[in-house]
């Protein structure tokens, strides 16, 4: 896959598609963006994960030149982001980007083409969006789905090596999520370098070389789907007790095989394994006065709980490696790094 592990010791010598030095950007007091650093290379197919607010769509138009940074500097190959803009070799699907409501698609599609040196024909770029079928529709009649896939045809008929997609299937049922994946894969088959914003591990997950995650405008982890997920690997063991809670409870369950954290409210405890199945043989083996017992994989709020609390650990990019590499090597984290129970009110399971 272009961009994957082997590919990428073969792109170092290249212009990166994307050079990010520094970026920052505030809004008043706000400090949206704080010093992203990041070398995209061609090829890359990159998800930026984040909490609302997290810094992704600023990201994205500063990489793109649309907002003016307050400090650093962003390059789309080797050049200001408007040379390349310029040059047609940059799309973009971005959250607030409208088409005109009185135009068919493929008019829309047709005046995007017109604007460009080397575009698409029309009937390509529609048909690489699953857009034929809807090619005469009026934008304003489109559901939020046809919209996108309609918005997706407009960002590839300049027939770009780079696309910057922002919350591309926000609007979009399962199906309409899968087929424009498909249709992103085919882009992607080709080389192109794709950064994508999403608030879906699995997507990231399922498209993305490169996952990058920002939290509260800086870059917490930076790694492939397998080392940002084993950063969350384990399970959640929720149950009711029965029995009165004391140290020396305490200090039994925790050394129950797998288990990396413990909490507990009034009679309910959730325990974070590593093994839930050892784990949960051996909670049953020695307590008959367990019940209610719920278990859950990890949650996209998990991975950003985990990635952020580590926040102090993770701010250096050499502290970051390691602690993604420990994460890859299954090594468990220390009791004191357990997810906590809180809940993210940042709506990334939408
Ligand atoms: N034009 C603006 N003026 C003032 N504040 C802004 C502006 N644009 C963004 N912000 C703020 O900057 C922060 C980062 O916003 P941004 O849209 O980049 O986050 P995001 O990660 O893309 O979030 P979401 O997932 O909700 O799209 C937020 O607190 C947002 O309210």
Request: with cysteine; hydrophobic share 45%; glycine share 8%.
């Amino acid at each position: 896959m272009p961009g994957g592990a082997s590919g990428h010791a073969e792109k170092v010598n290249q212009t990166p598609a994307i050079q990010l030095t520094d970026l920052r950007k505030s809004f008043g007091s706000l400090q949206a963006v704080n010093g992203v650093s990041l070398t995209i290379q061609p090829g890359e197919v990159v998800a930026l994960l984040g909490p609302n607010g997290a810094g992704k769509s600023t990201t994205i138009d500063l990489a793109l030149g649309l907002a003016h940074p307050t400090a650093g500097t962003a390059a789309l190959f080797g050049e200001q982001p408007r040379s390349a803009i310029e040059a047609g070799r940059v799309g973009a699907m971005l959250q607030g980007g409208a088409l005109l409501p009185t135009l068919t698609v493929a008019q829309s599609v047709a005046l995007v083409a017109s604007a460009h040196r080397h575009p698409l024909s029309v009937a390509e770029a529609l048909e690489r969006a699953r857009c034929t079928e809807i090619a005469r529709q009026k934008v304003s009649k489109l559901s939020g789905g046809q919209m996108q896939r309609a918005r997706f045809a407009v960002a590839v008929v300049s027939n770009p090596d780079l696309l910057f997609l922002d919350e591309p299937t926000a609007a979009m049922d399962v199906e309409a999520r899968r087929t424009f994946w498909q249709s992103m894969r085919e882009f992607t088959d080709e080389g192109r370098t794709v950064v994508f914003a999403t608030h879906y591990l699995d997507e990231a997950d399922a498209y993305a070389d490169r996952i990058v995650m920002l939290s509260k405008g800086r870059i917490v982890a930076d790694g492939t789907p397998n080392e940002v997920k084993a950063v969350v690997s384990g399970r959640r063991i929720r149950a009711s007790a029965e029995f009165a809670w004391s140290a020396a409870v305490e200090e039994s369950l925790l050394r129950l095989p797998g288990v990396r954290s413990l909490d507990h409210r009034g009679d309910q405890f959730t325990i974070v394994s590593d093994d839930s199945d050892a784990t949960l043989r051996s909670l049953l083996a020695t307590h008959d006065d367990i019940h209610d017992i719920e278990v859950t994989a990890h949650t996209m709020d998990d991975a950003f709980l985990a990635l952020t609390e580590g926040s102090a650990a993770l701010a250096t990019s050499d502290d970051q490696t390691a602690a993604l590499a420990a994460a890859a090597d299954d090594t468990p984290a220390p009791a004191t790094t357990a997810v906590p129970e809180t809940t993210l009110a940042n709506g990334a399971t939408r």
